[in-house]
């Protein structure tokens, strides 16, 4: 069954440090691979998205993610975080052909100043 | 433009009761999914409409859930008799077919509590 990890269940950086949030998937082939953020009391936001092409992909907020078929790996990245990045971070699979998200268990990341 | 609509954002009901949310999708999104996301976990996909057709039900605990998509555009979905496992965020999300590849904008969720 298509599964998604997300080893981290909480993270804790310092404003202006970067940032690596990791994603494992279990899928027999590429699936499409998503990041969502989750803000307190807000619906999820879409990140960025892989679906062909080009293994680092560039998102909104000044995220990154980067796309390693041997690993199995979807890792989330931004450079210098800002207070403001603090929310929950969740990575999520579409298994080919199948219209449909499967998340992992989420990343909430807090930031201090 | 305006979002997923979601009503009511929060509702709380005693067991076996019954209980229904709302959905109103971005204006031309054919595609209408509900999730629950229970605490501290991700969302899990319940049903999928592609125009007013249940495309994916597989997920629906369907002896107490049901959920309809009239002419296409705004859903419902109801729990009735409610229990106290039900409790979760139930969230809403359109996308148009063929472009998202799964992905849809959420709308904010209902919270539901169950006593």
């Known amino acids: 069954a298509q599964s998604v990890t997300q080893p981290d269940i909480h993270i804790t950086v310092s404003e202006g440090a970067s940032l690596e949030l990791r994603c494992n998937y279990s899928y027999g082939a590429t699936p499409y691979l998503f990041w969502y953020v989750q803000s307190p009391g807000q619906g999820l936001q879409l990140l960025l998205k892989?679906?062909?092409?080009?293994?680092l992909v560039q998102g909104i907020k000044g995220f990154e993610a980067e796309f390693k078929r041997s690993q199995s790996s979807f890792n989330l990245r931004k450079p210098s975080v800002h207070w403001s990045d603090a929310a929950e971070y969740f990575c999520a699979v579409a298994p080919g052909g199948y219209n449909k998200l499967i998340f992992g268990a989420g990343t909430r990341l807090a930031v201090h100043p | 433009e305006a979002g997923v609509v979601q009503s009511p954002r929060y509702k709380i009901i005693e067991k076996k009761q019954p209980v229904a949310f709302w959905c109103n999708p971005i204006s031309g999104h054919n595609t209408l999914y509900w999730y629950r996301q229970n605490l501290g976990q991700g969302p899990e996909l319940l049903i999928r409409y592609e125009n007013e057709e249940a495309v994916d039900d597989s997920q629906l605990p369907k002896d107490r859930f049901s959920a309809e998509r009239l002419k296409g555009v705004d859903s419902t979905l109801k729990i009735q008799p409610a229990e106290l496992g039900d409790s979760a965020v139930y969230l809403c999300a359109s996308s148009l077919e063929g472009t998202s590849g799964g992905a849809g904008f959420f709308g904010p969720g209902t919270r539901l509590t169950v006593l």
């Open positions: 892989y679906f062909s092409g080009d293994t």
